[in-house]
């Protein structure tokens, strides 16, 4: 069981940077693997990043490839999403979401993932 809050989301013009931080509670994360998904109005929830157990397994989507790093300290119990170059495009609410106990091996299906935050909104102005 994990309970998991995103934060850092905001107001950013194109161009600029954002690190959006998911604090959990409950479970470590040391036991999850992790996913950063976004979601537009008007849009089907979609896949941003994903981290496994180790830190050394990590996937983005070609969107935000080579811009944005997805990262976790055990230690902390948090999971980070670093997106730099940001465009008009990525405004959406972003959402931290966790696999379920001893699932080791980041995907890039909502579906195969358990916990999910509540979301923080990043806008990016042109």
């Known amino acids: 069981q994990v309970q998991l809050v995103e934060s850092g989301g905001g107001l950013v013009q194109a161009g600029g940077s954002l690190r959006l931080s998911c604090a959990a509670s409950?479970?470590?994360?040391?036991?999850?693997?992790m996913g950063w998904f976004r979601q537009a109005p008007g849009k089907e929830r979609e896949f941003v990043a994903a981290?496994?157990?180790?830190?050394?397994?990590?996937y983005y989507a070609d969107s935000v490839k080579g811009r944005s790093t997805i990262s976790r300290d055990n230690a902390k119990n948090t999971v980070y999403l670093q997106m730099n170059s940001l465009k008009p495009e990525d405004t959406a609410v972003y959402y931290c979401?966790?696999?379920?106990?001893?699932?080791?091996?980041?995907?890039?299906?909502?579906?195969?993932?358990?916990?999910w935050g509540q979301g923080t909104q990043v806008t990016v102005s042109s």
């Open positions: 409950g479970r470590t994360l040391s036991s999850y693997a």
């Open positions: 979401a966790a696999r379920g106990l001893r699932l080791l091996q980041p995907t890039t299906t909502p579906s195969d993932y358990f916990y």
């Open positions: 981290i496994g157990w180790s830190s050394s397994s990590t």
